[in-house]
């Protein structure tokens, strides 16, 4: 197991082809596994999965590989694959792989493989289209910067926690307010917009916000809203109903209202409109600058307050109001529980005088950036649970912890 190293691995990887070469250009095993360990963060699942699509192909570095139609005969082959692989999983830690994880890994294995083949030798190979989250690039490379890659990716994976960063986001009166935790410290800040906050957090592991992300354009693009208040119950109205994004690029509200009873067959009340400004910020910022696009995502506190505070058998609303002392004590319990210095950021937001004003806000961004830590760590779960992508390609989800 010694002998097992991960340059090797990244190395040997990034000389050999894909397909045995019958691709139209070249494409390697390691820019696929990189492909694939990109396409499980972007779902927002768990660590180990991440690191299990990145080395799912490992054991080829050692004995090569054949296609599928070939090894599908040769049932010695898999025998030692299958060996070899267990030996590289267990020599960086993923042992006993569950069902569910062996799961998700093979089917974005199997997702990346149809798209290699619709992109490099225009083959459709399976009748069913499979699911994938974000466009991958299948070009041909500098080999060293492939390897390059693959290395930085493991180490991305395997940093230490203390280095990971977590980012919750909510608007506020003076634009928005960005809570940043870490294992052993945090941070708030607030921000005049969008931009400034990606720019200062963007080697942050999660960023999550409560603003509308994915906007519908017809009665056929659905958001999460309808499941979201099945959850919150006798607190579903503070879930605002998302414009269409025609009229968030509307200044004047009654033809805003208008439009919107045009496109999706109701009125808009103004306290959506009020927040059309904020929206049509990031549905700017995110068309200008793609790289964001389903990595910032989409949450509420609301729904996050009632997964964080599960008592076994279904998600717990918190129906104290937020605003209000006791309710702002009751929701910072909860983080509690998560978090270690919720309550020294408690002290932070009853000394400092610009955030006493917003206080909830904070509150909200905190349970955010917990929200984004526990994702991050065990993966994502989504509302609803296959999201559709709105016409630029944004999926329409709200984001909470998977197994918090």
Do not use: W
């Amino acid at each position: 197991m010694e002998d097992i190293k991960i340059e090797d691995i990244a190395h040997a990887l990034s000389l050999m082809t894909r397909a045995n070469g019958h691709f139209k250009h070249f494409y390697s095993v390691a820019e696929h596994c990189v492909n694939c360990y990109k396409e499980a963060k972007i779902r927002g699942y768990s660590k180990r999965v991440q690191l299990g699509c990145l080395l799912h192909d490992a054991s080829e570095s050692y004995i090569s590989d054949l296609t599928r139609p070939v090894k599908k005969n040769l049932s010695e082959y898999f025998v030692i694959e299958e060996k070899l692989q267990e030996v590289i999983y267990e020599k960086f830690g993923l042992i006993n792989l569950t069902e569910d994880e062996i799961d998700k890994i093979r089917k974005i294995d199997d997702a990346m493989l149809y798209y290699e083949f619709i992109e490099l030798m225009d083959e459709k190979i399976f009748d069913e289209k499979p699911f994938i989250a974000m466009k991958h690039n299948f070009s041909q490379r500098d080999f060293k910067n492939v390897e390059s890659e693959f290395i930085y990716a493991f180490e991305n994976i395997n940093k230490s926690d203390i280095k990971n960063s977590y980012v919750g986001v909510d608007g506020c009166k003076y634009g928005y307010v960005a809570v940043n935790i870490t294992e052993n410290s945090f941070e708030i800040n607030v921000f005049k917009n969008i931009e400034e906050i990606c720019e200062k957090y963007n080697d942050s592991n999660t960023i999550l916000i409560d603003m509308p992300i994915g906007l519908p354009e017809n009665t056929c693009d659905i958001r999460p809203e309808t499941e979201g208040r099945k959850i919150l119950s006798s607190r579903s109205s503070c879930i605002f109903t998302v414009p269409c994004r025609q009229t968030v690029y509307e200044d004047d509200y009654y033809r805003a209202n208008e439009i919107n009873r045009d496109v999706l067959g109701k009125g808009l009340s103004k306290q959506s409109f009020s927040i059309s400004s904020k929206i049509k910020e990031i549905d700017e910022f995110l068309n200008n600058a793609p790289e964001y696009k389903n990595r910032f995502l989409e949450s509420h506190p609301e729904i996050c307050f009632a997964m964080l505070n599960f008592d076994g058998t279904m998600a717990m609303p918190i129906f104290e109001n937020k605003k209000t002392e006791e309710g702002m004590e009751r929701r910072l319990e909860v983080l509690s529980r998560y978090y270690e210095k919720t309550y020294e950021i408690r002290e932070v937001l009853y000394s400092d005088e610009k955030l006493k004003g917003i206080k909830d806000d904070i509150i909200d961004a905190l349970c955010l950036a917990i929200t984004g830590m526990l994702g991050y760590k065990n993966g994502f779960k989504t509302i609803p649970q296959n999201p559709m992508k709105d016409s630029r390609g944004l999926f329409m989800q709200m984001v909470y912890a998977d197994k918090i």
